[in-house]
């Protein structure tokens, strides 16, 4: 099992930029495929952003593609998912997974944080 904490969400206005971190602990030796979902009231939870084991390859939503981007460092057992010009349909919890299998589906992940707040206002 992987031990998943993420940190970084808050309150900010259109446009402007937030980074959100994803600490991994336990079972970080094992290749995991890291990635960012996100889920607003009244809605499922969507597929933001992933990035492979090697992080060599990244996938992204079309709704974020050219605004958001994820990486990963290693060495620190950490993800990284800097957001720019941030809209308030971005407003959502976002929620870091690690799983086997580099996926946009959440099915493919099985070890989930208990994700962090962004508010994007008008």
């Known amino acids: 099992q992987v031990q998943l904490v993420e940190s970084g969400g808050g309150l900010v206005q259109a446009g402007n930029s937030l980074s959100l971190s994803c600490a991994a602990s336990?079972?970080?030796?094992?290749?995991?495929?890291m990635g960012w979902f996100r889920q607003a009231p009244g809605k499922e939870r969507e597929f933001v952003a992933a990035?492979?084991?090697?992080?060599?390859?990244?996938i992204y939503a079309d709704y974020v593609k050219g605004r958001f981007t994820i990486s990963r460092d290693k060495a620190k057992n950490t993800v990284y998912l800097q957001m720019n010009n941030l809209k308030p349909e971005d407003t959502a919890v976002y929620y870091c997974?690690?799983?086997?299998?580099?996926?946009?589906?959440?099915?493919?992940?099985?070890?989930w944080g208990q994700g962090t707040q962004v508010t994007v206002s008008s």
């Open positions: 990035i492979s084991w090697g992080g060599g390859s990244s």
């Open positions: 997974a690690a799983g086997v299998i580099f996926t946009v589906s959440p099915s493919g992940y099985d070890n």
């Open positions: 336990g079972r970080t030796f094992s290749p995991y495929a």
